[in-house]
């Protein structure tokens, strides 16, 4: 694992990838890489529905004797193993009340907690709000599987060199998990169905000229944080986000305007006392925590992200916290949020002998609407809601660009699952330590 604070800030200006290609990113704005030309598929894509319409369920990796992993799921495939794995151990599964442009509803479940009403559920795991970052939902579904299958047949669960006891499975459990391992249907089954290395959804509404580039929203820009880009530093604000419908990270008519982005906010207010968010995304390996728009302080509360004294300056992460902008993070926050981000790179680390960095996001690059920030300013925007810590986790590796990058191999795929897997286990075993809030009993 590296740990990585503001002094070697610097260093990680080679960090590229983690979603967004470095073509992608070249020249300060952010545009259309070429998917024209229709790319390798790496691993391929299930063609059947290998549960049957949940009939059959899946059983992870960590489990062992696991499900066919021969191919990747497909979105046919992340419903029905969600409705087998319902029906194997009788947990409640929700469909959001927000249909996506083709059609597509959004579905997850709740798993263990301290009885079964909504305000149980202490943690929110969060799959493929990103199309072409293939194996996320998988790496979230195979998860719970595995969880549900330990607590069940009393075993404990092994990923690559990292092994958890059974009593780790039910301690997990305990928190409360509310999961929704597709977030954006109608970008996945594009991207499945064209290797197109699609990552937006597929909005037509801003498309010119059937132009398909000018299709979708980035959806991890158009949640309600910091959103309107005229709150940022003009030196950064074509690269927080666009306006610009051609753009990888074209934000949306509004926040809120995309029926995935609503279905995740869906997610927060009903299950309203989770306090530990993760959007799972690839690629880099990299454990992002708050913020994710400027450099965290924790000395002067007036710089955050709701002061529009601080407009003009938002987002350069290079200016001085002290005579510049750095978002306010309580020290305490900061202790909780990055502590556990440590655990899950160490957890990670050791299942595959990787190294994973954990840091906070706006080192990465700064960004505005993106659901990890959206997450944790929820209480600082309105105080009547929940504290909740958020991440993004970024697992998988830069492949071979003739092909697209974020598409595994299938022995990426395995090794990705290991380590996602282990650091899921860590993210659940740091936050039953580190608190979940007042009693979740009900
Ligand atoms: C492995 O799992 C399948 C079901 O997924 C089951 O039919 C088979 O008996 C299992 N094999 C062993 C050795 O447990
Ligand atoms: C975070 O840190 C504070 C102070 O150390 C502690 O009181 C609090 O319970 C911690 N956990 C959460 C989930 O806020
Ligand atoms: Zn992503």
């Not at 545009?31 to 790496?42: A, E, F, L, M, P």
């Amino acid at each position: 694992m590296k740990w990585t604070d503001a002094s070697s800030f610097l260093c990680l200006a080679h960090l590229a990838g983690a979603c967004l290609l470095p073509e992608e990113r070249a020249g300060g704005s952010i545009r259309r890489h070429n998917t024209r030309q229709i790319r390798n598929s790496g691993k391929a894509i299930g063609t059947g529905d290998r549960f049957n319409g949940g009939a059959l369920f899946p059983i992870g990796l960590g489990s062992g004797n696991e499900t066919d992993m021969s191919t990747i799921l497909n979105v046919k495939e992340v419903n029905s193993a969600l409705q087998g794995l319902a029906k194997e151990y009788g947990f409640e599964t929700f469909t959001t009340p927000y249909t996506t442009y083709e059609g597509a509803t959004m579905s997850g479940g709740t798993v263990g907690g301290q009885g079964t009403c909504d305000e149980t559920y202490r943690v929110f795991l969060n799959g493929a709000i990103h199309a072409r970052e293939r194996g996320s939902s998988d790496n979230v579904l195979y998860f719970i599987a595995d969880l549900l299958y330990a607590e069940k047949h009393g075993t404990g669960l092994t990923y690559g060199d990292k092994t958890y006891t059974n009593a780790d499975v039910v301690t997990a459990l305990s928190t409360g998990i509310v999961f929704l391992p597709l977030s954006n249907p109608d970008g996945v089954a594009y991207d499945q169905s064209t290797n197109s290395c699609w990552r937006k959804n597929r909005n037509p509404a801003a498309a010119t000229n059937g132009d398909d580039d000018t299709v979708g929203v980035d959806l991890n820009r158009n949640f309600d944080f910091v959103w309107d880009l005229s709150k940022w530093a003009t030196s950064v604000a074509d690269e927080v986000a666009s306006e610009d419908p051609s753009s990888e990270v074209y934000h949306g008519e509004a926040a809120f305007s995309e029926p995935e982005t609503q279905s995740i906010k869906w997610v927060m207010d009903t299950y309203s006392k989770v306090r530990w968010f993760l959007d799972l995304h690839s690629y880099a390996g990299d454990i992002l925590y708050s913020w994710g728009s400027d450099t965290d302080q924790s000395t002067n509360t007036a710089k955050n992200f709701l002061n529009s004294a601080y407009d003009s300056v938002r987002g350069k992460t290079s200016d001085s916290t002290t005579t510049g902008y750095g978002e306010y993070i309580s020290s305490a926050d900061l202790d909780n949020v990055s502590s556990v981000g440590k655990r899950m790179g160490t957890a990670m680390d050791a299942a595959t002998g990787r190294s994973y960095t954990v840091m906070q996001s706006a080192y990465l690059y700064p960004t505005s609407g993106a659901s990890d920030d959206y997450a944790f300013s929820r209480h600082f925007a309105d105080p009547d809601l929940n504290l909740a810590y958020g991440y993004t986790v970024e697992f998988g590796f830069g492949n071979n660009k003739a092909s697209c990058p974020f598409y595994p191999t299938d022995a990426q795929y395995i090794q990705n699952l290991q380590e996602t897997n282990a650091g899921f286990m860590e993210f659940l075993l740091g936050a039953a330590e580190v608190g979940l809030g007042d009693s979740q009993a009900c």
